[in-house]
């Protein structure tokens, strides 16, 4: 479907009072980290139904314009659009075959050139893990030849995202993790946890806290603790409590 199509869809369901309460949830204000951000009011599963009606049917660069657009609403059907093309490349069947490799690396690449357009906290958080995040976790033709080589550019890719200006590139290579950790992986979570200890912003407290817990959760309370024990004094303490979340009200006390 054309993104122009897609765009009439959800323009026909703005909802102003809805648009209202959005602008001010996302910080759309002047200063503010969504400055600028316009809404049409939409909540999340009325685009997830226009989704997954148009998925299969919208080519990557008719994708482009709805990242493109100015509507929050357009870019986050743009990124679920990516996420059902990737996940659909992704099953078990398809992981070694080239043709979904090669679809999937299209995306991830569109995903990296257009990041600075997923530019609020749930655009990022509904898109990286299951983009970037399951990337990291799968077979690529990027990179060169050789899993070594290959790995060796996943983590340029992320190493990247983590040293960007970007607030979003920053907050995606920390959410990224999310994935590799439901799958057991703890190393790529630990390397950004402690890339972004000392971040200034909130949303990246709240993110590091959130990713450690849910390390903590998928994969090793005791790589947590161990993290912890290395960092609590000086982690945020908005990433602390995001960190500690799940543990025993006598344990949060003692870290915190």
């Known amino acids: 479907m054309k993104a122009a199509e897609i765009i009439q ?27 600028g951000d316009e809404f049409l009011g939409l909540k999340v599963p009325q685009t997830r139904t226009i989704v997954k009606t148009v998925a299969a049917d919208t080519p990557l660069n008719e994708v482009v314009l ?11 059907c743009g990124l679920l659009i990516m996420v059902e093309q990737f996940t659909k490349a992704a099953t078990k069947r398809l992981q070694n075959d080239l ?41 690529t033709a990027l990179g060169g030849n050789g899993v070594g080589m290959q ?7 992320m190493d990247e995202l983590a040293a960007s200006d970007c607030l979003w590139k920053q907050r995606i290579s920390m959410v990224s993790t999310w994935k ?15 890339r972004h200890l000392h971040h200034p912003h909130d949303l990246m407290h709240k993110a590091v806290g959130w990713m450690l817990r849910e390390m903590g959760k998928n994969v090793s309370m005791g790589l947590l603790r161990d993290f912890l024990n290395r960092h609590a004094s000086e982690m945020p303490r908005t990433a602390l409590r995001y960190a500690i979340e799940r543990m025993s009200e006598s344990e949060r006390k003692s870290y915190m």
């Open 9 to 35: 869809l959800l323009e026909s369901q703005r909802n102003e009072p809805q648009r209202q309460v959005l602008m001010r949830f996302f910080k759309t204000g002047k200063g503010q980290y969504g400055e």
């Open 66 to 76: 709805l990242l493109q657009s100015h509507w929050h609403e357009a870019r986050l």
């Open 99 to 139: 043709q979904a490799i090669l679809k999937r690396d299209e995306i991830v690449l569109l995903y990296l050139q257009y990041a600075e357009r997923i530019n609020n906290w749930d655009l990022v958080d509904l898109s990286a893990p299951k983009i970037i995040g399951h990337w990291l976790l799968l077979p």
């Open 151 to 157: 790995m060796e550019y996943k983590q340029q890719v």
């Open 180 to 194: 590799t950790s439901q799958q057991g992986e703890a190393s790529w979570c630990l390397r950004y946890a402690e």
